[in-house]
C-alpha cells in the first residue's frame, strides 16, 4: 500500500513536471501570439488617450515668457534639505536648469553648468538643477540615482528633485536640458539653452547664458532673451 | 498512510503552484523582450557601414522638408539614445512596411553625433534590420535651424511631420501605435 501511494506521488510529480514544461511551450507561443495581435490590433481608445496627451503637452508649452514673474518652490535637494529660492541669501539671480542623469546632452553640459556655477555663484547668480523626470518613465533619473551622478562629479550646485512633477510644467520646461535665467525678483529674463553648441565646448562661439547675466549685471535686458536647443523630451508621467 | 497521502497532495499543490508562478514570470518576461522580439521577426539583416549613411547639414536637409511631388512623406527625428524615440520606431517601420508600393517616403533622421554613426547608428540599423533610410543631421546652434523645421518645435524628440505638397502637419509627441501613425497621416491628407 505504502509502494503504492509513493507510485501515485511519483507519477503525480512527473506529469506536473511534464504540464511545467508544456505550459511554458505554450505560454511562450501564447505570448508570441499576443505581440503580434498588439502590432496590428490597436483599439481607439488609444487615439483618444493620446489627443489628451497631445492637449496637455500643448498646455505645458504655454508656461512662462519672459517678463513673467516665477513661482518659488521647495524641493528636496540631493543632500536631503529642502531648497527653495527664498533660502538662498545674497542671490541676484538664479540659473534654473532643468536637466538630468540619463539624458546625454544633459550629460554632456555637466562639466560646463559646473564652470557656469564657479564662475557665477559667487557673483550672485547660482546654478540651481532640477531633475523634472518620472524615474516610473525614464530609468536612472530616480532620487537616488540623483545623489550617486552629484556625488561622482562633484556638483557644487543644488540638484532638486520635482517630485510630482509640480514645477516644470509650471516654468513650461519641455526638454533636458532648459534653462530659466530669473532676476532677484524672480522675473523670467531668459529662456533656453546654455550656448550653441552641446556637442563640443571648445566650439562654442556664442555663451547664451553667460550673455544674459553679463546684460543684466549692466542693466540691460538680454538679447536673446529666447532661444532653442536640441534636448531629450522631459518624461512625464503616464497616465 | 494518511501522512504519505498528504504528501502526494501536497506534492500536487506545489506543481500547480509552480506552474503558476512560472507562467507569471514567463509573461514579464515577454512583455520586457517584446522590442527585442519584434526586431527579430524578419530574417535577413543589414549589413551597412558608416559611410552608407548619408551626413546633411541644415542647408541641404531643408530641401528635403517640402515637395511639389504627389508623394507623401514621413520625417521623423530621433537618435538611437532618445527612449521614446526607439520606442516609436517600430510604428514607422511598420508603416513603412504596409505602404512599400505605395508613394510614401518615411525618412528617419537622426539627431545621433557623427561621432556615434560607427560605434552606434550602424550597429542600431543592422541588428534591427531597420529598413526605412536614416540620414544624419549634423548642424551647430540649433537655435538657429530649430523654428525653419517648424516654428512650433521646442527642440525636444521625438518630432514627426508629415506632408503632401500643400498639406502638411507638425508633431511634437510620441507616437503609441501603427494605427496612430495611419490615423494622423490621414487626418493630415484630408486637410
Redesign the interface.
Known amino acids: 500500500m505504502k509502494k503504492l501511494i509513493f507510485a501515485i506521488s511519483l507519477i503525480a510529480l512527473l506529469v506536473g513536471g511534464f504540464m511545467l514544461g508544456k505550459n511554458a511551450a505554450t505560454t511562450d507561443k501564447a505570448a508570441t501570439a499576443e505581440m503580434t495581435n498588439q502590432k496590428i490590433n490597436e483599439s481607439p481608445a488609444k487615439a483618444d488617450k493620446n489627443d489628451a496627451a497631445k492637449a496637455v503637452a500643448v498646455a505645458d508649452l504655454t508656461g512662462y515668457k519672459v517678463g513673467d514673474k516665477a513661482s518659488d518652490f521647495s524641493l528636496k535637494n540631493v543632500d536631503g534639505s529642502m531648497v527653495s529660492l527664498a533660502g538662498m541669501e545674497d542671490a541676484k539671480g538664479y540659473i534654473i536648469t532643468f536637466t538630468c542623469n540619463h539624458c546625454p546632452y544633459s550629460v554632456m553640459y555637466e562639466d560646463r553648468l559646473i564652470a557656469l556655477h564657479n564662475a557665477y555663484a559667487p557673483k550672485g547668480y547660482p546654478v540651481v538643477a532640477i531633475n523634472p523626470n518620472d524615474p516610473e518613465v525614464q530609468a536612472g533619473d530616480g532620487f537616488d540615482e540623483m545623489v550617486v551622478r552629484a556625488k561622482e562629479k562633484e556638483f557644487p550646485f543644488v540638484y532638486l528633485f520635482d517630485d510630482g512633477q509640480k514645477v516644470y510644467p509650471e516654468y513650461g520646461a519641455t526638454r533636458t536640458p532648459h534653462v530659466f535665467l530669473l532676476d532677484k525678483e524672480l522675473t523670467v529674463q531668459y529662456i533656453g539653452a546654455i550656448d550653441d553648441n552641446a556637442r563640443a565646448a571648445e566650439d562654442v562661439t556664442t555663451n547664451y547664458v553667460v550673455n544674459a547675466i553679463k546684460a543684466l549685471e549692466s542693466g540691460a535686458q538680454p538679447d536673446p532673451n529666447f532661444t532653442k536647443a536640441i534636448g531629450c523630451s522631459i518624461k512625464a508621467k503616464k497616465g | ?1 494518511k501522512y ?2 498528504s ?2 497532495m501536497l ?2 499543490l ?3 503552484t ?2 503558476s508562478g ?2 507569471k514570470s ?2 514579464e518576461k ?1 512583455t520586457a523582450e ?1 522590442p527585442k ?2 526586431e527579430a521577426t524578419s530574417s535577413d539583416t543589414k549589413n551597412i557601414t558608416a559611410t552608407d549613411i548619408p551626413v546633411y547639414n541644415f542647408e541641404r536637409f531643408q530641401k528635403l522638408l517640402s515637395s511639389d511631388s504627389d508623394t507623401t512623406f514621413i520625417i521623423n527625428f530621433w ?1 538611437t ?4 524615440c526607439v520606442e516609436e520606431l ?1 510604428y514607422f517601420e ?1 508603416y513603412h512596411e504596409k505602404h512599400k508600393n505605395e508613394k510614401v517616403k518615411v525618412l528617419l533622421v537622426s ?1 545621433d ?1 557623427p561621432k556615434q554613426i560607427e560605434k552606434k547608428v550602424v550597429p542600431f540599423i543592422n541588428n534591427r534590420n531597420l529598413q526605412p533610410e536614416v540620414i544624419i543631421l549634423d548642424e ?5 535651424w ?2 525653419k523645421v517648424d516654428p512650433e ?6 518630432i514627426t511631420i508629415i506632408f503632401k505638397q500643400d498639406k502638411r502637419g507638425f ?3 510620441s ?6 501613425v495611419e ?1 494622423t497621416v490621414a487626418g493630415v491628407l484630408s486637410r
Open positions: 498512510m504519505l497521502f504528501i502526494s506534492s500536487f506545489l506543481i500547480f509552480a506552474c512560472q507562467q514567463i509573461d515577454q517584446q522580439q519584434t537618435a539614445w532618445c527612449k521614446p517600430p511598420a539627431m553625433f551647430p546652434d540649433p537655435n538657429s530649430i523654428d518645435w521646442s527642440g525636444a524628440i521625438p508633431f511634437e509627441r507616437f503609441e501605435s501603427l494605427e496612430d490615423t
